[in-house]
């Protein structure tokens, strides 16, 4: 089982960064798919969620109206657009697959897959 994430770097304030997470090794397709950050000193925060047919998705209040998540099917993929972040944005972003996009967005998190993270740092 691997979730690997991509796309992290250092962006201004308002300039747009797109992060990408591959699956592998199991079935990608029956599982939701989303994303998770974490910013130094603080909890794992949840950012987004997508159900299995991309068509449920759920995000997290700090981030709704600004990151847009997506899944390609295809080719086992799950996207995080981030649209106009923040300083405050700025943390280690983590994929994660699960039975369901609400079970990621409340957990419990017993059987959840894990990605290595991305390192997204938004600049003022």
């Known amino acids: 089982v691997q979730l690997q994430a991509s796309g992290g770097g250092l962006v201004q304030a308002g300039e747009s960064l797109r992060l990408s997470c591959a699956a592998s090794?199991?079935?990608?397709?029956?599982?939701?798919a989303g994303w998770f950050r974490q910013a130094p000193g603080k909890e794992r925060e949840f950012v987004a969620a997508?159900?299995?047919?991309?068509?449920?998705?759920v995000y997290g209040d700090s981030v709704k109206g600004r990151f847009t998540i997506s899944r390609d099917t295809s080719d086992n993929t799950v996207n995080l657009q981030l649209n106009s972040p923040k300083p405050e944005d700025t943390a280690v972003y983590y994929c994660?697959?699960?039975?369901?996009?609400?079970?990621?967005?409340?957990?419990?998190?017993?059987?959840?897959?894990w990605g290595r993270g991305t390192q997204v740092t938004v600049s003022s």
């Open positions: 997508v159900g299995k047919g991309g068509n449920v998705i």
């Open positions: 090794g199991f079935a990608f397709r029956l599982y939701a």
């Open positions: 994660a697959a699960g039975p369901s996009e609400w079970g990621l967005k409340v957990g419990p998190y017993d059987n959840i897959y």
